[in-house]
Structures are given as C-alpha cells and as structure tokens.
Nanobody
Framework: QVQLVESGGGLVQAGGSLRLSCVAS????????MGWFRQAPGKEREFVAA????????YYADSVKGRFTISRDYAKNTVYLQMGRLKPEDTAVYYC????????????????WGQGTQVTVSS
C-alpha cells in the first residue's frame, strides 16, 4: 500500500504560478512512476505529467509542456508539480498517483491515488 497526500493548491490569477506537493508513504518507491492527473468539472480525469522515481525520466501532456515541471525529492519522499504561466483552463482538481508501469500515462495504469487538491485560475 502507498498513501499519498497532496497540498499546494489554491486560487491564482492567469499567468501566475503554483507548486503542488505530494508526499508518499507506506512503500519504497524506487520501482515506481509518480504521476499527476487533473479533473475539471464535467470532464474526464486527464494525464498531466509523470516521473520515474529511479532515474528521473519525465513525461508531460502536450497541454502543459513548457509550462509545468515535475520533480522529486528522495529524502522527503515527495514529488512536486511546478506550474507556471497558468491559464483558466488549468482549473481542476489535481491528483497525485503511483504506477508500477514505466511510461504510465493513462488512469488505469495507476494503482494508488491521493485525495486531490483544487487549483483555480482566474482570468
């Protein structure tokens, strides 16, 4: 079992920045992929970014490439999502998740999920 707790969401104006954090506990993460997804009202949950815990290879959705950066801190067992140049369409609940797959980009590949943190971008 892996427990995930997200934080860092909030209200920000368009063009601003936020950093989300996800603290993991319960299992060694060395063979896992950590991902961020988001879900806007009335829409499907979509992939945002992912990082291999070992090696640090990263993957991004086209919609956030160049604006968001995913990273991890071994010592703190934490993965971050640095979000910049935010747009109103980035408004969503952001979820942290863990997968045992190498290039996990789909919801079904992730076995463990956090409760989510709300990000609201005003125009």
């Amino acid at each position: 079992q892996v427990q995930l707790v997200e934080s860092g969401g909030g209200l920000v104006q368009a063009g601003g920045s936020l950093r989300l954090s996800c603290v993991a506990s319960g299992r060694t993460l060395s063979s896992y992929t950590m991902g961020w997804f988001r879900q806007a009202p009335g829409k499907e949950r979509e992939f945002v970014a992912a990082i291999r815990w070992s090696g640090g290879r990263t993957y991004y959705a086209d919609s956030v490439k160049g604006r968001f950066t995913i990273s991890r801190d071994y010592a703190k067992n934490t993965v971050y999502l640095q979000m910049g140049r935010l747009k109103p369409e980035d408004t969503a609940v952001y979820y942290c998740a863990v997968s045992g797959e190498v290039q996990a980009r789909t919801r079904r590949e992730y076995a463990y999920w956090g409760q989510g943190t709300q990000v609201t971008v005003s125009s």
